[in-house]
């Protein structure tokens, strides 16, 4: 249908922001993958093997980047257990539970969060 | 990970170099790369379906994905393999 273009899925109950949440982080981990390798090839550069990667390396100094990294490792973890909820759901279990997978899901990257920002703000 | 190994400390080449040295780390790291560009560009590929692309280019667009998923892991590999200690195969 012309006018479901772009929302496959259109419910508006939590699995559908599940799934958007999905896609989305899907969609900004592939831009940060790119990014990634972009700034990475400094270590090809020629000239002192390490010179110019760690000038591009040397940004992880300025606290900004740190919490940029936090917002990263965010992006990851909601991705990466929203997915872990889909597997164990392929798998069958859970069916009449999706909402508290979710939710234990959010819950459980928040936590892992809290944790990765003490390490690295510390 | 490396995030976290490292504490806050900034990463550095020579660190890298360091964790490079063991075998676990660059067969993971070369997987890693291969797994995570099939998985992205399948999903982008999904994505791009969904929003209205007429089916009749899916095999166009496949094949585009395809070769910037391995454009993109030649590419990676002239990364990792020369921090790696083997000889780079050309500059970019």
């Known amino acids: ?122 | 990970m490396e995030h976290f190994s490292a504490g806050s400390a900034a990463p550095t080449f020579a660190w890298i170099v360091a964790r490079l040295q063991h075998p676990v780390f660059l067969v993971v790291d070369v997987l890693f790369l291969a797994v995570v560009l099939f998985h992205g560009l399948n999903g982008l590929g999904s994505v791009i379906l969904d929003l209205g692309m007429p089916p009749r280019y899916g095999r166009s667009l496949s094949a585009g994905l395809w070769l910037l998923g391995a454009a993109s892991f030649v590419l990676g590999l002239d990364i990792i393999l020369p921090l790696a200690g083997y000889p780079a195969w050309f500059y970019w």
């Open chain 1, 1 to 122: 249908m012309e006018r479901d273009r772009g929302l496959s899925y259109r419910s508006y109950e939590s699995g559908m922001w599940a799934w958007i949440l999905q896609r989305g982080t899907g969609v900004i981990l592939v831009g940060y993958l790119f990014l990634h390798l972009a700034l990475l090839s400094a270590a090809t550069a020629p000239g002192r093997p390490g010179a110019a990667l760690n000038r591009v390396l040397a940004v992880f100094r300025n606290p900004l980047v740190l919490y940029l990294d936090l917002v990263l490792i965010a992006v990851v973890l909601l991705h990466a257990f929203n997915g872990i909820r889909l597997i164990v759901l392929d798998l069958g279990y859970g069916f009449l539970r999706q909402k508290g997978l979710f939710l234990g899901a959010m819950a459980f990257s928040g936590v892992l969060l809290l944790g990765a920002a003490w390490r690295l703000l510390a």
